[in-house]
């Protein structure tokens, strides 16, 4: 069964089939995201910035509170990049100890700016290194649709969590109309490479804003990232979305104490 059958509401593997413009199969898939996600580093968060209207960070930080963070809660962050949500869960928790942040590319964690105290650690949502029910809360900012397999990512998230700890995963997700779809298209794979030539330092800057406006187009809906989510034991699952395009997922682990005291 591929990612894009008719039966929506069953778990999925991949987010996407393999975009053969930029990769042959999913096995290069990595590879290339590691590479270019390395190269363009430098310049990562002045062009998310120009593309946000420098409105990301007070978007990551409600998006965050809404999904259930608080203060000295212990966060995990996944695919932490350059630290644009981690850096808003530091401000939240009220303690940069209290995060940690993992990612496959080392160069986007050197070009971070998080406050001092918090941790970076290479690493894989399908295989993250720390021990079962160990976070209070998970993050994730628009890295779903590099993972290659989220059923085995979402059961990893399930596992480090502690007994009600909770889950935020911030994607942008393709508008249902056809002029919404047409608009931000044209924004994300016209206007912000176009800008991104102009104002970057990197070539392959320009490469990766297409590429994102892409893997959106080509990603499974929602619904079925709420299947899987669910398939991993997850609960409590929902989806809240902002001007029709900027979907957070939230999820809790669940609580057998929680369970069998309301079961009496």
């Known amino acids: 069964m591929t990612p894009f059958s008719n039966h929506d509401l069953l778990p999925v593997k991949a987010p996407h089939l393999p975009l053969t413009e930029y990769y042959q199969t999913e096995q290069e898939r990595q590879a ?62 009220g303690d940069p100890s209290c995060v940690i942040g993992v990612d496959p ?23 993250l290194p720390f021990p079962d029910n160990h976070f209070d809360f998970l993050s994730m900012g628009y890295a779903l649709r590099h993972i290659s397999d989220l059923s085995v990512a979402f059961a990893e998230f399930e596992r480090v969590l502690k007994p009600g700890g909770r889950l935020c995963i911030l994607e942008m997700t393709k508008p249902q109309s056809s002029i919404g779809t047409w608009m931000l ?53 929902k989806r809240h979305v902002e001007i029709g395009i900027f979907s957070e997922y939230q999820a809790v682990k669940a609580d057998p104490k929680i369970a069998n005291s309301s079961a009496i």
């Open 32 to 93: 290339y995201l590691k590479k270019i996600f390395d190269d363009t580093a430098p310049d990562y968060d002045r062009i998310e910035r120009l593309m946000a209207f420098n409105t990301g960070s007070s978007y990551r930080r409600h998006a965050l509170v809404r999904a259930g963070l608080q203060a000295n809660m212990k966060v995990l962050d996944v695919g932490v990049g350059t630290g644009l949500v981690a850096a808003q869960a530091c401000i939240l928790t």
């Open 105 to 127: 590319s080392t160069g986007m964690m050197a070009a971070s700016n998080v406050p001092e105290g918090m941790v970076l650690m290479e690493g894989r949502a399908e295989a």
């Open 185 to 237: 298209k044209t924004y994300m794979r016209g206007v912000i490479p176009l800008l991104t030539r102009i104002v970057s330092k990197q070539k392959t800057s320009e490469t990766i804003w297409r590429y994102f406006w892409d893997s959106i187009e080509a990603c499974v809906p929602p619904e079925r990232v709420m299947a899987t989510l669910r398939s991993a034991g997850l609960v409590q699952v």
